[in-house]
């Protein structure tokens, strides 16, 4: 069996606008949960929301081990003085951020002639901090329907560069995990492929170079 694994965010799909550490948008995140439950929380509380929640962001502080929303969002918001359902903050958060998925417009193609050709195919992703998978899920529905197999860091537990994901997909598939291919853009997809004894193959998508591809097209020529 030929296994693909795919990272999603900046291989596969990005939210425009977006840098790669969001901690200059949780402001906002935060005043739409004041907003919507009506908190009248001082802008002190919610400065220490923030600051709360960027410690969270493993970008910041780094940790593999991965949190529910639920308790992210009730450490953050403990010092609030306001009935707040915290199952529902993560949500709100998000909805205060406007996020807009963008599917890159080379990924559908391919993964559908990968499908063709008996590829299964995977995804493996860390979730932005204290984002819910069904979230997440909702925004990449187009995705979603070519893959065999979705994994993420909230429901495996681990973030990359832990090897767990990829663990769980070749237990999921029967496959060694040396057997699986990840396909990722950042460094930390390398290593998580490296810990687990996985192939890897760099996706770059700002610019050309000889050690990495820069869109899927040109996986063809690696994988035959």
Known sequence: MKVIVFDLGGTLMEYIGMPDCWTDYYLQG??????????????????KSVEIL??????INYREEEYSPEYIFSKSLEHWSAAIPIHQCAHTFYDGLSLKAEIYPDVIPVLKELRHRKY???????LPTAMPDELFKKDIAELLACFDLYVSSLSCGYRKPNSRGLEQISEHFHVPATELIFIGDEEKDRKTAHNAGSRFIQVNRKKKGHESIYELGELWELLD
């Open 30 to 47: 935060f005043e739409e949960i004041n907003k919507r439950y009506t908190c009248n929380a001082p802008e002190c509380d919610i400065q």
């Open 120 to 126: 299964r195919i995977a995804t493996l992703t860390d």
């Open 54 to 59: 960027k410690n969270f962001n493993p970008r």
